[in-house]
Nanobody, 124 residues
């Protein structure tokens, strides 16, 4: 089992920044690719970003490219999502997820473990 706990969400004005953190415990963190997803009210869970086990490769949904950065610190068992130039449409609950797949994937079902989520609200 892997336990994931997100933090760093909050209320921010459009154009502002937030950094989300997700701390993992349980099994060896570096054995898992990590992803961030988000879910707005009334919408399906959406892929945001993913990073490989050692952090060598990343992938983003088009809507956040150039604004969000995913990174990880395996020594701290933590994955981050730096979010800049936030827009009201970024408002959602953000979830981190851990997956044992060998390749980066945008499919929620390919991730094995999920955190409880942290709320991000961007006001206009």
């Amino acid at each position: 089992q892997v336990q994931l706990v997100e933090s760093g969400g909050g209320l921010v004005q459009a154009g502002g920044s937030l950094r989300l953190s997700c701390v993992a415990s349980g099994r060896t963190f570096s054995n898992y690719a990590m992803g961030w997803f988000r879910q707005a009210p009334g919408k399906e869970r959406e892929f945001v970003a993913a990073i490989t086990r050692r952090g060598g490769n990343t992938y983003y949904v088009d809507s956040v490219k150039g604004r969000f950065t995913i990174s990880r610190d395996n020594a701290k068992n933590t994955v981050y999502l730096q979010m800049n130039s936030l827009k009201p449409e970024d408002t959602a609950v953000y979830y981190c997820a851990a997956g044992s797949a060998m390749v980066l994937t945008t499919t929620p079902g390919m991730y094995d473990y999920w955190g409880q989520g942290t709320q991000v609200t961007v006001s206009s």
